[in-house]
């Protein structure tokens, strides 16, 4: 998929032609690390985590940090005693994001789509992720924002600032306009409902000071009914899909150590363009969140091809370097899949996989293609309706599940009746 890719690796590359130009955003940034680690959300404490860490005391430290939140999965279905526990995970993939919205509404179509009770979302993937939580009755929102709007109802380009000084090479304040019309006060409570329920939906960001991800329990954020909550929920979203040097970053405040101060967070895709947990830990860490050890079965929406994509690159400056930038981009979530695949077949979960098909052929060098992304919508929609998922990553031989697993993979699979 080197259309979208290719457009924003372009932007990248002159962007950093002229990185020595200053800034336009005005920062009161943490500098100390140590300090940077304590930084929260006025009045917001507890709504976000680093999901680069690996504690000491896994156990410990889940429940510290669930201590406030509602039982998680408290409504899902159970098998033998046991809880099932369905996550779904959305990647980035810039207008592809056009794939998942399709491959969901297909889904809903074939009358099988589980009430997910994780829900989690990378850039494209964190536009997406709010509606997959809500469930089918926001499919046809869904469908309007990744087929019916041009680019410049999305973005608007500013490349003489962007090159000259400002921070990006285009304003995302119609995107930000259009995030604020669909998600109001009320879809909030919408979100805090499910949340109370013990339904979880996680949003990721890069926090570019302290170059590291952050996880956003945006339940947490919903459960707040203060104006500053609705606008930290629509930050944290145009923040994950926020392509460095071709869109800006976007500020958020903190405190630390009794003073305020800044961060600039931008796409979740540059430190993970897929997770599934929010802490660095094997799955039977959190076993002691429910009465028994659950049963979990991932499902992984790609919202690009996850295969190599043959092309003919012109041999220029630019053209070489963009097509590299997205080839490191393809690789990094290779990576990042595998590691997914290991923990869930460690710890007895079902895997399942889904990407754009390697059969699609058209491409784009627009951000926003409405002809580009309805066809991929489309493509999407009948993928989601024949809900056949790929049990390993592309590339990797499945390994022999285990006991667990294969008990996990006898539950009544969407799809399988």
């Given at each position: 998929?080197?259309?979208?890719?290719?457009?924003?690796g372009?932007m990248?590359?002159?962007?950093?032609?002229?990185?020595g130009?200053?800034?336009?955003?005005?920062?009161?940034?943490?500098?100390?690390a140590?300090?940077?680690?304590?930084?929260?959300?006025p009045?917001?404490?507890?709504?976000?985590?680093?999901?680069?860490?690996?504690?000491?005391?896994?156990?410990?430290?889940?429940?510290?940090?669930?201590?406030?939140?509602?039982?998680?999965?408290?409504?899902?279905?159970t098998?033998?005693?046991?809880?099932v526990?369905?996550?779904?995970?959305?990647?980035?993939?810039?207008?592809?994001?056009?794939f998942?919205a399709?491959?969901?509404?297909?889904?809903?179509?074939?009358?099988?789509r589980?009430?997910?009770?994780?829900?989690?979302?990378?850039?494209?993937?964190?536009?997406?992720?709010?509606?997959?939580?809500?469930?089918?009755?926001?499919?046809?929102?869904l469908?309007?924002?990744?087929?019916?709007?041009?680019?410049?109802?999305?973005?608007?380009?500013?490349?003489?600032?962007?090159?000259f000084?400002?921070?990006?090479?285009?304003?995302?304040?119609?995107l930000?306009?259009?995030?604020?019309?669909?998600?109001?006060?009320?879809?909030?409570?919408?979100?805090?409902?499910?949340?109370?329920?013990?339904?979880?939906?996680?949003?990721?960001?890069?926090?570019?000071?302290a170059?590291?991800?952050?996880?956003?329990?945006?339940?947490?954020?919903?459960?707040?009914?203060?104006?500053?909550?609705?606008e930290?929920?629509?930050?944290?979203?145009?923040?994950?899909?926020?392509?460095?040097?071709?869109?800006?970053?976007?500020?958020?405040?903190v405190?630390?150590g009794?003073?305020?101060?800044?961060?600039?967070?931008v796409?979740?895709?540059?430190?993970?363009?897929?997770?599934?947990?929010?802490?660095?830990?094997?799955l039977?860490?959190?076993?002691?969140?429910?009465?028994?050890?659950p049963?979990?079965?991932?499902?992984?929406?790609?919202?690009?091809?996850?295969?190599?994509d043959?092309?003919?690159?012109?041999?220029t400056t630019?053209?070489?370097?963009?097509?590299?930038?997205?080839?490191?981009?393809?690789?990094q979530?290779q990576?990042?899949?595998?590691?997914i695949?290991?923990i869930?077949?460690?710890?007895g979960?079902?895997?399942?996989?889904?990407?754009?098909?390697?059969?699609?052929?058209l491409?784009?060098?627009?951000?926003?293609?409405?002809?580009?992304?309805?066809?991929?919508y489309?493509?999407?929609?009948?993928?989601g309706r024949?809900?056949i998922?790929?049990?390993s990553?592309?590339?990797?031989?499945?390994?022999?599940?285990?006991?667990?697993?294969?008990?996990?993979?006898?539950?009544?699979?969407?799809?399988s009746?």
């Amino acid at each position: 998929m080197a259309g979208p890719r290719l457009h924003v690796g372009l932007m990248l590359v002159a962007a950093l032609a002229v990185s020595g130009c200053a800034a336009t955003i005005t920062r009161n940034g943490i500098s100390s690390a140590k300090l940077a680690e304590t930084a929260e959300i006025p009045g917001m404490p507890g709504v976000r985590f680093w999901a680069d860490e690996v504690p000491r005391n896994p156990i410990a430290e889940i429940r510290r940090r669930t201590a406030h939140m509602p039982p998680i999965g408290q409504t899902a279905k159970t098998r033998d005693g046991r809880k099932v526990i369905e996550t779904l995970a959305l990647s980035g993939g810039g207008s592809d994001g056009a794939f998942g919205a399709g491959v969901l509404a297909g889904w809903s179509k074939r009358g099988d789509r589980p009430e997910f009770q994780v829900v989690t979302g990378v850039s494209a993937g964190a536009i997406i992720a709010p509606f997959a939580f809500l469930g089918p009755s926001e499919d046809d929102s869904l469908h309007t924002i990744w087929t019916q709007y041009k680019q410049d109802e999305v973005v608007t380009p500013e490349i003489f600032s962007g090159l000259f000084g400002g921070p990006a090479l285009a304003s995302t304040a119609p995107l930000a306009g259009l995030i604020a019309q669909y998600i109001d006060r009320r879809f909030l409570d919408r979100i805090a409902a499910q949340y109370q329920r013990g339904r979880v939906l996680l949003v990721l960001t890069t926090n570019l000071d302290a170059q590291r991800p952050v996880v956003w329990n945006m339940g947490e954020i919903a459960l707040n009914r203060s104006p500053e909550a609705t606008e930290l929920f629509r930050k944290v979203i145009l923040a994950s899909a926020a392509i460095p040097a071709a869109f800006p970053p976007v500020k958020i405040e903190v405190e630390a150590g009794g003073k305020d101060y800044d961060e600039l967070h931008v796409d979740g895709g540059t430190t993970r363009e897929v997770f599934v947990s929010p802490v660095e830990a094997p799955l039977s860490a959190f076993d002691s969140l429910y009465p028994n050890p659950p049963l979990r079965r991932y499902y992984i929406i790609k919202n690009g091809k996850a295969t190599p994509d043959q092309e003919v690159v012109k041999p220029t400056t630019l053209q070489i370097a963009a097509r590299s930038i997205s080839t490191l981009i393809k690789s990094q979530n290779q990576g990042e899949l595998y590691k997914i695949y290991r923990i869930a077949h460690d710890g007895g979960a079902d895997f399942n996989f889904m990407a754009v098909p390697p059969s699609f052929s058209l491409q784009t060098k627009q951000i926003y293609d409405p002809k580009y992304q309805s066809a991929l919508y489309e493509e999407g929609f009948s993928e989601g309706r024949k809900n056949i998922w790929m049990k390993s990553p592309p590339g990797q031989a499945p390994v022999r599940p285990s006991p667990d697993r294969e008990l996990t993979s006898s539950v009544a699979a969407p799809g399988s009746g």
